[in-house]
């Protein structure tokens, strides 16, 4: 268990922040089964910290896309969808050491690698609410600069941005002149930890089947596997 002088020397090393309030940083770091585990002494989790974080993040990602993009709003859309997706901010969170100061439960911390990803993400939004608290706008967009934005020069390299489902449709309209459909065909596990696989057909025909913890994200997955198969039809 790390100890406040922990807390406080993670966020002057990593976040590049002096608290005023530690526990606002300690709060949004702590999840919502670690409170469920310790209810008389902890009372607090991230959940409300992160819905604040997810506004702000969302905000400095599209005030630089708008100030520094002439592109037309659907491109800048998928450009923002790349950048605040799941896997960007998880893997941010990981890359400044989120780890080992999150407090989970036991069960979460035995959790999937899928799981983790997605406490990781919350915990980053969270830990930008706090910041956005504590300190302000102008500190809360310095992490997301730093950790998020830096990253869209890659992301625009190897047109990760490109939305699959979209570029599915586009093809399979114009090469074979049908709509693709999405089928669930699976739901597997308890429900807070779901996992979907989805088949994406062009008339009748399985182009591509896919996983994912959403419908949304199966979808995606799927997509991406048709995109595949249309591309070298």
Not at 72 to 78: A, D, H, M
Not at 181 to 187: G, N, P
Not at 204 to 223: C, E, F, I, R
């Amino acid at each position: 268990m790390q100890d406040i002088t922990s807390y406080q020397a993670f966020a002057l090393e990593k976040l590049n922040v002096e608290f005023s309030d530690i526990g606002l940083l300690i709060t949004s770091l702590t999840h919502r089964s670690y409170v469920n585990e310790h209810r008389s002494t902890v009372k607090d989790h991230n959940e409300r910290l992160e819905f604040l974080g997810d506004a702000v993040l969302e905000l400095v990602v599209t005030e630089y896309l708008y100030t520094n993009y002439k592109e037309p709003e659907g491109i800048l859309t998928n450009w923002r969808s790349a950048l605040v997706r799941t896997e960007s901010i998880s893997a941010a969170a990981s890359a400044l050491g989120f780890e080992p100061f999150l407090r989970l439960s036991r069960g979460e911390k035995r959790g999937t690698e899928r799981a983790r990803a997605q406490i990781l993400a919350n915990s980053f939004e969270a830990v930008i609410g706090a910041i956005y608290i504590d300190k302000g706008y102008d500190a809360a967009k310095e992490l997301i600069d730093n950790t998020i934005l830096s990253t869209f020069a890659k992301i625009l390299e190897t047109g990760s941005w490109l939305d699959a489902k979209s570029r599915v449709q586009e093809l399979a309209q114009s090469v074979l002149s049908f709509t693709p459909s999405y089928k669930v065909l699976a739901e597997d596990g308890p429900d807070h930890d779901k996992m979907f696989t989805v088949g994406v057909y062009i008339d009748t025909k399985l182009y591509g089947k896919g996983n994912g913890p959403s419908k949304q994200a199966a979808q995606q997955a799927a997509a991406e596997k048709a995109l595949k198969k249309l591309e070298k039809s």
